[in-house]
């Protein structure tokens, strides 16, 4: 059994910055990818970023080169560094984790956490 919590979210300014994180615990060794998603009002969740146990990084479009993604060495937690931001990215950030297949084939497999609220806004 995984959970994950995250943290980090809250209100900022467009232009402004904030740094997501995610704590995984439990079976913690059956966890080789972990990801960022994030679901706006009124739209689908859609995926953000993911990392996999040997460092690979995908993005989605709208976010490359201003969100970062990365883990700690113990792979317990991931983080996500979103800078530049702009009001379209107000939504519920939710962390995700499981095998590098599950990433591949929906939103049904692996773990996910409750969401934390990014909102920006002048």
């Known amino acids: 059994q995984v959970q994950l919590v995250e943290s980090g979210g809250g209100l900022v300014q467009p232009g402004g910055s904030l740094r997501l994180s995610c704590a995984a615990s439990?079976?913690?060794?059956?966890?080789?990818?972990m990801g960022w998603y994030r679901q706006a009002p009124g739209k689908q969740r859609e995926f953000v970023a993911t990392?996999?146990?040997?460092?690979?990084?995908n993005y989605v479009d709208s976010v490359k080169g201003r969100f970062t993604i990365s883990r700690d060495g113990a792979k317990n937690t991931v983080y996500l560094q979103m800078n530049s931001l702009n009001p379209e990215d107000t939504a519920i950030y939710y962390c995700?984790?499981?095998?590098?297949?599950?990433?591949?084939?929906?939103?049904?497999?692996?773990?996910w956490g409750q969401g934390t609220q990014v909102t920006v806004s002048s």
């Open positions: 990392i996999t146990s040997g460092g690979s990084t």
């Open positions: 439990g079976r913690i060794g059956s966890i080789n990818a």
């Open positions: 995700r984790a499981g095998a590098d297949w599950m990433f591949t084939r929906g939103l049904s497999y692996g773990v």
